[in-house]
């Protein structure tokens, strides 16, 4: 839970950059700077609440922090392999990587799933 409520925050530090540099800036598309910034923040937004739903064993709240994740793959793969940007795209991958091996452990498992009965 520490692991997603830190990828949250990075989230919303992000979308805050987003913001400050479309505002003092000269992007392409305000409209799609700004829509970036929304997604980052929605994120965030949903990341946290996921981790709220784990900390209080909510089954529910593994599937979109899961999906998140997933998401994230492809995203951190292209940063850091296609974009040459290792520093953005390696914290995202193993962060990915390690919140989708730690929501699969057997303790987790045992803690989340629920009973088929």
Not at 69 to 79: D, E, T
Request: aromatic share 4%; hydrophobic share 60%; glycine share 14%.
């Amino acid at each position: 839970m520490v692991l997603i409520g830190l990828q949250s925050l990075a989230l919303l530090v992000a979308a805050g950059l987003l913001v400050a540099k479309t505002l003092g800036g000269h992007p392409d598309s305000v409209g799609r700077a700004l829509l970036g910034a929304a997604l980052a923040l929605g994120t965030a937004a949903t990341l946290g609440l996921g981790a709220r739903g784990l900390m209080g064993l909510r089954p529910a709240a593994r599937t979109p922090i899961v999906v998140l994740q997933l998401l994230a793959l492809p995203v951190g793969y292209s940063l850091a392999f296609q974009a040459g940007l290792l520093a953005y795209g390696a914290p995202i991958l193993v962060g990915a990587l390690a919140v989708l091996y730690l929501l699969f452990t057997p303790a987790a498992r045992a803690a989340l799933d629920r009973d088929p009965g």
